[in-house]
């Protein structure tokens, strides 16, 4: 029986290196930006030219009943937002790959600002190498 490869998790970056992948889930939302994309966007527009990254194209749809969408796809990899302003809401999720560039810290920074944004009461992130 063949033995399951073990990645490497040491930092080459002259070749890949697993990114960081980032989930939250943040509840108890106290800002207003839960039922309109527009505010999202500046920000993520702001955070993509601040960190340098390279969007490559982005989709961002309020629905009828409120909440909204938002998906940007990087070269680095995507960074995606939703809302359920019914539920006080919002989830995140941001990655970004290591190729050539350890992008951690840029991740961490883009999920703060995300947080910050919608000042909630109550989140939980998830983190993973991948």
Excluded at 23 to 37: A, F, N, P, Q
């Amino acid at each position: 029986m063949e033995q399951p490869k073990v990645m490497d998790n040491t930092r080459n970056l002259t070749a890949y290196s697993p990114g960081l992948h980032l989930l939250v889930e943040m509840k108890g939302i106290r800002s207003g930006h839960l039922k309109d994309y527009r505010i999202t966007k500046s920000l993520i527009d702001e955070m993509i030219d601040l960190l340098e990254l390279n969007a490559l194209g982005s989709v961002y749809h309020n629905f009828e009943e409120g909440g909204f969408t938002a998906i940007v796809c990087l070269t680095e990899s995507h960074l995606s937002i939703h809302s359920w302003p019914e539920f006080g809401v919002v989830t995140a999720d941001v990655f970004l790959s290591n190729y050539r560039n350890d992008n951690s810290e840029k991740a961490r920074g883009i999920m703060n600002s995300i947080i910050e944004l919608y000042q909630c009461t109550d989140y939980h992130i998830s983190e993973m190498f991948r």
